[in-house]
């Protein structure tokens, strides 16, 4: 997958989840409002009717009491009046029972005024008052339990009611919260699977791609290859990044193959004359060492003679073998053995003094001369070479080039001299050999 299409579908992704969070929260609004309307036009209403039922109830109660205590004529009509206007005052709608019960209520009220307007004229006749009273008595009692069952139904219906009302509020604001988590959590839970995705697909294989940088501008080597990136983008930085690596990898061998071919001698292995050039003018510049530098200028002799009569096989042979003795210079300071040119071959180091200086070539006279070098038929050939001594203190007092005349010319000195031997430079301006010929 590409970049550009992973980001149309993260894009298709959030625009439908946009409108279809839209579209539920929308309905769910929707039949929340209709919720609404109808508890403000119908059960808002029916508690005020039923409300206004239980003051009438109640209202009723108080009369009926009122009449069966009552004991004049006057106050029982205007009491039983009040009963029946109640009583006409209780809506169609507001249930059969309530509607009969108070038209059986304004009936017994009645009853009981014509059971006390009997039992007044009654003692007047001086006639017994026990069955009026008690027939008032009795509809008192029957109007007091209708009266009763009316107020406990308008008050079950009121609780129904409130309970219903309370179980739809409730139940709204249940689909308002798990709207809102859906909205919510929906989104934070895409955001984090999409962070993770993001995470593993893009962070990781970029972080890769820059530590496989490093390694290749540090160590060459990179890391290995893990899962392929499935943004086709990313795998293809990665995919740049290893092949990089890899040619870099080429290029530093090869590099490194050209450094040696710059810096080395390919016959012997040694130094070449261009880094022993650079080795000995910074030893010339370094005035931080106690004493100074010393260069042995080498020249095998009669090489000439050696190639003309066993062959330019053997006299490589004597060159890698005098170069193999010179790579074991461990008891000089800093030295640098390296191949000047034909048979002549260098060795750089610091010395104490002239005298010191002297002292190492004539050791090295002694070792070159114990070298043996295999020829045919199981014999060795003999060699033997004449050094060149220059000693300098610092820069100042001797240049590059001064450096190595002055050790040509003390080798010439040697080669003059008898051979197999070293000699100082400055044994020309004593006028004197400033070495002992060596025996082989």
């Known amino acids: 997958m590409s970049l550009k299409s992973a980001g149309r579908f993260l894009l298709i992704i959030a625009v439908t989840y946009t409108c279809v969070a839209a579209g539920f929260t929308a309905i769910e609004l929707s039949k929340i409002e209709r919720e609404a309307q109808f508890t403000r036009e119908t059960q808002i209403p029916l508690i005020l009717s039923q409300t206004r039922n239980a003051v009438k109830t109640e209202r009723l109660a108080s009369l009926i009491r009122a009449l069966y205590l009552a004991r004049d004529r006057r106050l029982e009509r205007q009491v039983q009046l009040q009963i029946q206007a109640l009583a006409q005052g209780f809506p169609f709608e507001a249930g059969a029972n309530l509607v009969g019960g108070s038209k059986r209520v304004a009936v017994l009220a009645k009853e009981i005024a014509a059971a006390r307007q009997q039992a007044r004229d009654a003692t007047k006749a001086n006639v017994a008052l026990f069955t009026y009273e008690e027939?008032?008595?009795?509809?008192?009692?029957?109007?007091?339990?209708?009266?009763?069952?009316?107020?406990k139904e308008l008050s079950s219906d009121a609780a129904l009611v409130a309970d219903n009302i309370t179980e739809e509020i409730q139940a709204r604001a249940a689909r308002i919260r798990y709207t809102l988590l859906l909205t919510v959590l929906v989104p934070g839970a895409f955001c984090v699977i999409l962070l993770l995705l993001a995470r593993r697909h893009l962070a990781k294989p970029i972080m890769d791609a820059i530590a496989n940088l490093e390694r290749i501008n540090g160590s060459g080597n990179t890391l290995p290859a893990g899962s392929k990136p499935v943004?086709?983008?990313?795998?293809?930085?990665?995919?740049?990044?290893?092949?990089?690596?890899?040619?870099?990898?080429?290029?530093?061998?090869?590099?490194?193959?050209?450094?040696?071919?710059?810096?080395?001698?390919?016959?012997?292995?040694?130094?070449?004359?261009?880094?022993?050039?650079?080795?000995?003018?910074?030893?010339?510049?370094?005035?931080?060492?106690?004493g100074g530098t010393a260069?042995?200028?080498?020249?095998?002799?009669?090489?000439?003679?050696?190639?003309?009569?066993?062959?330019?096989?053997?006299?490589?042979?004597?060159?890698?073998?005098?170069?193999?003795?010179?790579?074991?210079?461990?008891?000089l300071s800093n030295p640098l053995a390296a191949r000047y040119g034909g048979e002549e071959f260098v060795v750089v180091y610091d010395a104490d003094s002239e005298e010191q200086a002297l002292l190492d070539a004539e050791f090295l006279c002694r070792r070159i001369a114990s070298l043996r070098v295999p020829i045919a038929d199981g014999h060795f050939l003999t060699l033997t070479a004449s050094i060149g001594v220059a000693f300098t203190m610092s820069s100042?007092?001797?240049?590059?080039?001064?450096?190595i005349s002055r050790a040509d010319k003390a080798l010439y000195l040697a080669k003059s001299s008898g051979r197999n031997r070293a000699v100082c430079d400055k044994a020309i301006a004593r006028g004197e050999v400033a070495g002992e010929k060596t025996t082989d």
């Open 135 to 151: 027939r008032a008595t009795a509809a008192y009692g029957e109007a007091i339990k209708i009266v009763d069952e009316m107020a």
């Open 295 to 331: 260069l042995l200028l080498i020249d095998l002799d009669h090489f000439k003679s050696i190639n003309d009569r066993h062959g330019h096989q053997v006299g490589d042979l004597c060159l890698q073998s005098l170069a193999l003795m010179l790579t074991s210079l461990e008891h």
């Open 396 to 403: 100042k007092d001797c240049q590059l080039n001064e450096a």
């Open 231 to 290: 943004i086709t983008e990313i795998a293809l930085i990665g995919d740049a990044v290893l092949a990089y690596g890899v040619t870099a990898s080429e290029l530093r061998r090869k590099n490194a193959v050209l450094q040696a071919l710059a810096e080395e001698d390919p016959l012997t292995g040694l130094a070449n004359r261009r880094t022993f050039e650079t080795f000995l003018k910074s030893s010339l510049l370094d005035d931080s060492k106690p």
